[in-house]
T-cell receptor
Framework: NAGVTQTPKFQVLKTGQSMTLQCAQD?????MSWYRQDPGMGLRLIHY???????DQGEVPNGYNVSRSTTEDFPLRLLSAAPSQTSVYFC??????????FGPGTRLTVL | GNSVTQMEGPVTLSEEAFLTINCTYT??????LFWYVQYPGEGLQLLLK?????DKGSNKGFEATYRKETTSFHLEKGSVQVSDSAVYFC????????????FGTGTSLTVIP
């Protein structure tokens, strides 16, 4: 049981490049979410999903796209990276009891 | 709206000292409340939670009580250890849907021997 996995661990992009951050969970959780963590700002919700095929925006969705084609996977896409998207990104999943399980994070730098 | 305010850090304590990290919240209803811990280089882990007023969450010697009258959920531990050094986050779940979580800014704790 791997829990929540994220790839890659580290990534450096140039402004304007695109990439996808991968997130997968093997706990059959219905709910998944993406956060970004910035110094002095805690975690801010980007997008979340309440089940396969259903996604919604969080607090800071601009510049990010998501989809949820399966229960297990919830990728986050940056279509045109900007320096303001330099951050640490965490994926989380949870089931009925509101306990979120977090992945180890992806540290992204946009030059 | 929903929000969480927690004590600014960083906090530095000697081993075996008493710890309090303050957390207050604003919510439109009656949310569930959480404390998460983040060790260096890792994701967040749930430390404890409380789902209704006057509930006390506890784990690994840490405690927090859901106080509706003061809208607070302060984290306490009677005797901290070096291994407790981490960043602590207070959080709440959206009281209407439970689908969104709101986090405080985090409090960094360093325990020195």
């Amino acid at each position: 049981n791997a829990g929540v996995t994220q790839t890659p661990k580290f990534q450096v992009l140039k402004t304007g490049q695109s990439m996808t951050l991968q997130c997968a969970q093997d706990m059959n959780h219905e709910y998944m979410s993406w956060y970004r963590q910035d110094p002095g700002m805690g975690l801010r919700l980007i997008h979340y999903s309440v089940g396969a095929g259903i996604t919604d925006q969080g607090e800071v969705p601009n510049g990010y796209n998501v989809s949820r084609s399966t229960t297990e996977d919830f990728p986050l896409r940056l279509l045109s990276a900007a320096p303001s998207q330099t951050s640490v990104y965490f994926c989380a999943s949870w089931g009925s009891y509101n306990e979120q399980f977090f992945g180890p994070g992806t540290r992204l730098t946009v030059l | 709206g929903n929000s969480v305010t927690q004590m600014e850090g960083p906090v530095t304590l000697s081993e075996e000292a008493f710890l309090t990290i303050n957390c207050t919240y604003t919510a439109t209803g009656y949310p569930s409340l959480f404390w998460y811990v983040q060790y260096p280089g890792e994701g967040l882990q749930l430390l404890l939670k409380a789902t209704k007023a006057d509930d006390k969450g506890s784990n690994k010697g840490f405690e927090a009580t859901y106080r509706k009258e003061t809208t607070s959920f302060h984290l306490e531990k009677g005797s901290v250890q070096v291994s407790d050094s981490a960043v602590y986050f207070c959080a709440l779940s959206d009281p209407d849907t439970g689908n969104q979580f709101y986090f405080g800014t985090g409090t960094s704790l360093t325990v020195i021997p």
